[in-house]
């Protein structure tokens, strides 16, 4: 599964985006999503995550209630909807794949290349 993520951009504290993650191969219905970011100086953490069928979803306290996980199987597409930014939501932001279950741990078999979140203050 190759992975590749979009959306980013700069952002007032308050508004929304949309971040979109676009899967290649015929596997993606099957595997996990999650959604992680990376500030400056600090660890990549986890942000929301959804299971392969789209059943379950999972989030961090910090983003609980503002951002959306959801995917979009038969477009090979996951996506985060980000609402009520804060400037701390700031950082690069990857999508990932893993085939179990654990979707809060950060070990994922497959990963994309990022995409910088702004939110100004």
């Known amino acids: 599964v190759q992975l590749q993520a979009s959306g980013g951009g700069l952002m007032q504290a308050g508004g929304s985006l949309r971040l979109s993650c676009a899967a290649s191969?015929?596997?993606?219905?099957?595997?996990?999503v999650g959604w992680f970011r990376q500030a400056p100086g600090k660890e990549r953490e986890f942000v929301a995550a959804i299971s392969w069928n789209g059943g379950s979803t999972f989030y961090a306290d910090s983003v609980k209630g503002r951002f959306t996980i959801s995917r979009d199987n038969a477009k090979n597409r996951a996506y985060l909807q980000m609402n009520s930014l804060k400037p701390e939501d700031t950082a690069v932001y990857y999508c990932?794949?893993?085939?179990?279950?654990?979707?809060?741990?950060?070990?994922?078999?497959?990963w994309g290349q990022g995409t910088q979140v702004t939110v100004s203050s």
């Open positions: 990932a794949a893993r085939w179990l279950n654990g979707y809060r741990s950060p070990k994922y078999d497959y």
């Open positions: 191969g015929r596997t993606f219905s099957s595997v996990g």
